[in-house]
C-alpha cells in the first residue's frame, strides 16, 4: 500500500489530483461476481484442446505451400520464356584413314604406349601371341576358301 | 467470505480431488480486485469479463508452476497486467490503427457506458486516465488507485523500480495539466 511519503509527493506534484476521492466510478454488472467464478469453472472443465501447434509453425505451415507455387510459377514462367535450347549432338565421323589406322597392329601399340590397355578396346578377350595376332591380322580379309585350299 | 491463505489455497490445489474447489476458492477470493485493474485498462465491461476469463484460465493451466515464496495475488495480477496490456495491443492490431486512436475508442466507451457512474471530475479524471500509453496507464492505475508499493510493482511488471517511479511521475504530470486545464473543467 501507498506510504505517506507518497501520499506528500502527490501531494506536491499534483495538487488537483491529491485532492479527489479515489472512488471507484466504473459500474459492475449485477451478480457478475456470482456468474463469474461458475463460467471459469465451465471453461476450464472443458477437455482441454488437442496440443495447438507453435505460432511459427502455423506460419510455416502457411508459408511453405504459398512458397512452393511461387517457385513453381516462377520456373513455369521462366521456361515458356526462354524455350530450351535444341541440343545438337555431333557425332564425328571416322574418316577412312582412321579406319584403316585400326587394321594395324602398330595403331594398337600406339594406344598401349600411351596407357590405354589393349584388352580393354578388344571387344572380347583373346589371348593371343603377337605373331598369332599377325597372321591373324593377315588373314582376316582373305576368303576362308582360298585359306581351305591352301591347307 | 473468510479468505484462505495462499498455503492453504495451493495445499488444495495440489491434491486431485479438491482442485476444482481450491481453484473456485482461488477465483472468488481475487476476482474483485483484479477485476478492477482490468476495468481500468481495458474499460469496456464485455472485454473485462473475456480478459479476466483468460486471466483466469492461464493461471489454472499454470498454478502448477506457480513457486510458493511468491504471493499468489501478485502472480495473478501480473497475468493481469500482461493480458490487459495483450488485449490493448490485439486491438490495435485489429484496428490497424494507432494507439491514439485506440485512446479515443476507450474514451469514447466511457463516454457512452450506462456501467460509469462518476461525477464531473471523476469523468473527467479517468479521461485523463486514458490518455496515458498503456504502459504508463498500467503503472499510474497501480499505484495511485491500488497504492501498491513500487518493489510490488516491479515483480509484477517486470521493470525497475526507477524506470517505474519516472514513469508514474509523468503520467501524474500529464494528468494534473489535464485537469487543470482551464476552461475544461466539468467535460
Redesign the interface.
Known sequence: ???EH?TDD?KR?????AS?P????????EG??ER??H???A???KPAPTALLPVWMKRLALALPLAAALAGAWWLLRAKEAPAPEVAVEIPEAGIDELELLEHPEAFAALAEEGAPLEALAPTSVDLTDDELAVWLENESTDPSELIAEL | MSTMSDAELMALFRKEETR?YA??LI??QY??RL??FV??MVTD?DET?DV??NV??KA?NGLDRFREDAQLFSWLYRIAHNESISHLKRMRRGLFVSEDSVIDRLTTTLDGS??????A???K??RAVMTLPTKQRAVFTM???E???YEEMSRITGTSVGALKASY?IA??K??EQ??RAGDQTN
Do not use: S
Open positions: 500500500m501507498g506510504t507518497d502527490l506534484l499534483a495538487p488537483t489530483l479527489l479515489k472512488a471507484d466510478p466504473f459500474v459492475v454488472p457478475f461476481f463469474f467464478p463460467q471459469v469453472q471453461r476450464v472443465a | 476444482h481453484f473456485n477465483v472468488r476476482q474483485q477485476y478492477a476495468r481500468r465491461p469479463q479476466l476469463q483466469f484460465i489454472w450506462e456501467h460509469f457512474n462518476g461525477d471530475i471523476q469523468r479524471l479517468q499505484k495511485y488507485f497504492e501498491m508499493k511521475h501524474v504530470k494528468i494534473e485537469l487543470t
